[in-house]
Each structure stands twice: as structure tokens, then as C-alpha cells.
């Protein structure tokens, strides 16, 4: 019954809290002025406040199916890397679209992790690959690219692994770029950096497959870096220039959280992939030391642990 009561009254409290967000003109006064950013979209800052508001009430909030989760930046961010109407019709069509059919053909049933559909997702058929996949790859990408100059550098574990591995950074990006090329990738898929039994390797897979799937058309592993190379991803911006869309991509990728990531590959883990945690890290309900406690700590991944710009 005490269960029941905080429940209902978390609803009323977290309707309240949507109504006075959805009427604020500019919602980042809830954060402290050091971790504001400088251009998060009113309904982006709204859907993660009251995501992580539903998580501390105890609501159920993406329990029974998963969402798109809120950007972690404003859509035109990532400029001139990728542009803000790309941006836009991207996370808001095509990656609802993923979630939309993922969550049909699993009404009335379970919904596991996301990342736990992907190892039998081409067993179970085209929903679970295409959709399942869909879903998991865009929530892996939106978290894996920071905007210009936020995004740190590799770490240096990381760092050593790609010169051990590909010769040098440099060589690391061209053999990337190569992969995902159109003469290697022909048509829609993506392109990865994985850790596989230990080491790095480059591979790329077709549509919305990717290296966690048993039976994938690349090399197996466990991704920690992966660049959309469908034509949705850059065709407004770069039409069939899809080589000058990629090595403009580096300059928007986290580096901090492919390290953060690239050490739980080691350990066997792969990112989770979690709309509801995806966007309560946005607003970080986390507690910090800092000087006020009570405060907010921005926190931009999917387990909340890795920041832009350190």
C-alpha cells in the first residue's frame, strides 16, 4: 500500500513537473551556471528532466517499451560536421522508426535490455534485426560523438592499442574511412572499431546489423566506435560524397566515452543501450562532492560516468 501511495503521488508530482517545463522558456536554470550548456533545445532538456524526475518518484517510466532517447546536445551541435536538419529528421524519424517496430513486435511481451536482443537478433527474425539493431546502433551513436572541441582525445590505453594495432592514428582513420567507403560498403550499414578476443580490429556490417549479432556478416565483437553510413546520416549535407562526410565525422567523436567503453571491452562488456538510463544521464541525478550537493552533474553517456572535455 506504502508502495502504491508513493507511486500515485509520483505521477501527480512528475504531471506537475511536465506542465511547469513544458511552459518555461528556457529550462537550463535548473542546472548551475559551470555545467549549462550553451544550446539545450527546450524539449530535449524537458523529456531527460522528467525522465530522471520519473526514475527518483519510482514511475516505471520505459518499462514497458523503449524510447528514443533525448539528444545529449542541441541538434545543430555537431555542425558543420553534420548539420542541424540531418540532425533533426534522423533522431526524430528514422531512429523513432527502429523503436516504433521493435516495440510491435514485442507488445504484450518482455523487453529486455536492448543490448540483450542483439546476440540471436538475426535468429529472430527481420524485427529484431532491423528494428532491435536500429534502435540499439542509433542510442550506441547519438553517445559516442560530442560537439566540436567537447570530445577529449583517446585515452592512453586506447591510444596505445590503435598504434599497436593499425601503426598509428593516422593509419587507424584511413583504414577506418576505407571500410566504410563505398566501394567496400556498398549501400547502407556501418562501419566499427571492435575489440575482439583482446584486440582492436576494423570491420563493417550491412543495414542495421553490428558485431554483437551471432551470425553477422563482419567480424564479431564488441563495438566501441561506430560511424552510420547510411544516406540518411549525411545525404542533405554531402550527397554522394559519403568518404567527406566520414573524415569530417572525427571531429565530433567522444573520445572520452569510446575510452570509457573500450575498457569495458576489455572486461567483456558491451554498451548498454537503454533509452530510460540514456536519459537520465542527461540530466545526471547523480549526487556530486562539489559545493552543491544538491545541484545537477551533467553527465553525457550511457552509464552517466564519462564527460566531454576532460
Known amino acids: 500500500m506504502a508502495s502504491s501511495a508513493r507511486r500515485v503521488h509520483g505521477l501527480v508530482a512528475l504531471a506537475a513537473f511536465a506542465l511547469l517545463a513544458s511552459r518555461c522558456a528556457n529550462l537550463v536554470f535548473f542546472l548551475p551556471v559551470d555545467v549549462q550548456p550553451k544550446s539545450l533545445p527546450r524539449r530535449e532538456a524537458a523529456a531527460g528532466l522528467a525522465t530522471a524526475l520519473s526514475l527518483l518518484m519510482g514511475t516505471d517510466q520505459a518499462a514497458d517499451a523503449y524510447e528514443v532517447p533525448a539528444l545529449p546536445y542541441a541538434y545543430d551541435a555537431l555542425e558543420p560536421s553534420i548539420d542541424k536538419a540531418t540532425m533533426e529528421f534522423h533522431h526524430d524519424k528514422h531512429h523513432l522508426t527502429y523503436v516504433t517496430n521493435i516495440n510491435k513486435a514485442l507488445e504484450g511481451k518482455s523487453q529486455p535490455p536492448l543490448v540483450e536482443l542483439q546476440k540471436t537478433a538475426i535468429k529472430d527474425g527481420a524485427a529484431f534485426r532491423n528494428s532491435g539493431g536500429g534502435a540499439y546502433n542509433h542510442n550506441f551513436f547519438w553517445l559516442e560523438m560530442a560537439p566540436t572541441g567537447q570530445g577529449g582525445e583517446p585515452s592512453e590505453k586506447l591510444a596505445a592499442a590503435i598504434k599497436d594495432s593499425f601503426g598509428s592514428m593516422d593509419e587507424f582513420k584511413s583504414k577506418f574511412e576505407a571500410a566504410g567507403a563505398p566501394g567496400a560498403r556498398f549501400g547502407s550499414g556501418w562501419v566499427w572499431l571492435i575489440v575482439a578476443d583482446g584486440k582492436l580490429a576494423i570491420t563493417s556490417t550491412p543495414n542495421q546489423d553490428n558485431p554483437l549479432m551471432d551470425g553477422v556478416d563482419g567480424t564479431a565483437g564488441i563495438p566501441i566506435l561506430g560511424c552510420d553510413v547510411w544516406e540518411h546520416a549525411y545525404y542533405l549535407k554531402y550527397q554522394y560524397r559519403r568518404p567527406d562526410y566520414i573524415k569530417a ?58 564527460q566531454f572535455g576532460t
Request: charged share 15%; glycine share 4%; net charge positive.
Open 249 to 306: 565525422w572525427w571531429d565530433v567523436v567522444n573520445w572520452n566515452q569510446v575510452s570509457a567503453w573500450y575498457e569495458d571491452a576489455l572486461a567483456g562488456k558491451a554498451p548498454s543501450a537503454d533509452s530510460s538510463t540514456a536519459a537520465a544521464a542527461l540530466v545526471g541525478a547523480k549526487r556530486t562532492s562539489s559545493k552543491t550537493p544538491s545541484s545537477f552533474n551533467l553527465r553525457l553517456n550511457f552509464q552517466a560516468n564519462s
